[in-house]
């Protein structure tokens, strides 16, 4: 298949895993017109990420004032979008985004598997937290189609989008992703390649430290994050981002980044490593440097980074 000019406004697309990030970006697409088939192996996730994305499209429509049907008027988005274990179903995807756990090993195997089910024209966009996209296009024949679409969290009430141009993407890839993007509602902002990119350089940093001050004592975490509120302005603290990140993402990107700088100062801090380690990973886990109620929304509703 030759290069596409455009992602038509009703051309199917997928995403690559049904987590915190899949959901709300099957849910952008969806919102938009897109037939989208989400992809992933946990029969757990598939069914978690469906009712997050339910719950979302519900909420949705609640704030826009419209029925979930979409009032008759356009496609339900619900019914546009289908959840599988097999990567086959995107054959025919125009635009494919990769949001597939925070580790090189589990991204390669994506993008290889990609790679031979999707024909030549699909762009592979990746939600990488930290992976350099130059690596990640290395996994597949085609680095010039690789393109990094760092969303932010949730997706759905986030309009900005990092996007990640590698020295091999290309032209097209570029102006493809940047009129997809725009087209669905996003604000794209393009930077240059390298690990972590502009946001998770000096945010991983920021909520490793943050952890590192709770850790010695110096505040406890809710005056940590009041501190970032009060004295900065910024809408949440970095213990509470970290939360609605979720912390084992936050030790997954911390690792990458200390495995691609060779800086010591992304080892995660012990206090953050030993809540990972007991299972308390933040907002989806009902606790993390602080505790939530548990529901869909309350775990991955609110407004922050990403
Ligand atoms: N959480 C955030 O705030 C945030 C923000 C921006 C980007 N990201 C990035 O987005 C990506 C996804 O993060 P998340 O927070 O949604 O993680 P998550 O742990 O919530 O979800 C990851 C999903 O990947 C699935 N998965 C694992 N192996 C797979 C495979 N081989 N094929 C398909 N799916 C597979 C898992 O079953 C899981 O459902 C990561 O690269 C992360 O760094 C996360």
Do not use: W
């Amino acid at each position: 298949m030759g290069e596409r000019k455009d992602i038509e406004p009703d051309a199917p697309v997928g995403v690559v895993g049904a987590g915190t990030m899949g959901a709300g970006v099957a849910q952008c697409f969806a919102q938009a017109g897109h037939p989208v088939v989400v992809v992933d192996p946990d029969a757990a996730a598939r069914e978690d990420g469906a009712a997050r994305l339910r719950a979302g499209l519900r909420l949705s429509s609640l704030l826009r004032g419209r029925r979930p049907d979409g009032g008759g008027a356009a496609a339900d988005p619900l019914e546009l979008v289908r959840f599988t274990d097999e990567l086959t179903a995107l054959g025919d995807a125009a635009f494919v985004v990769e949001c597939a756990r925070e580790q090189v090993p589990v991204k390669e195997k994506v993008l290889r598997g990609l790679d031979e089910a999707c024909g030549a024209g699909t762009v592979f966009a990746s939600c990488t937290s930290a992976i350099p996209v130059e690596r990640l296009g290395s996994f597949t024949g085609r680095p010039d189609r690789v393109i990094g679409t760092h969303f932010m969290n949730p997706a759905p009430l986030k309009d900005a989008v990092e996007v990640v141009r590698s020295p091999l993407t290309s032209e097209d890839t570029l102006a493809l992703t940047l009129g997809f993007l725009a087209r669905i509602g996003k604000k794209p902002i393009v930077v240059g390649d390298g690990p972590g990119f502009v946001t998770n350089r000096v945010l991983m940093l920021t909520v490793n430290e943050a952890a590192a001050v709770l850790q010695q004592g110096t505040a406890d975490a809710e005056t940590v994050d009041r501190v970032f509120q009060e004295c900065f302005g910024h809408p949440m603290g970095p213990l509470r981002t970290g939360d609605l990140i979720g912390l084992d993402t936050i030790v997954d990107t911390l690792d990458v980044l200390r495995e691609h700088t060779g800086d010591e100062r992304f080892r995660p801090c012990a206090l953050l490593a030993g809540l990972v380690a007991e299972g308390s990973v933040g907002r989806k886990a009902g606790r993390g440097f602080h505790t939530y109620p548990q529901s869909p929304l309350a775990t991955r509703g609110e407004n922050s980074h990403g």
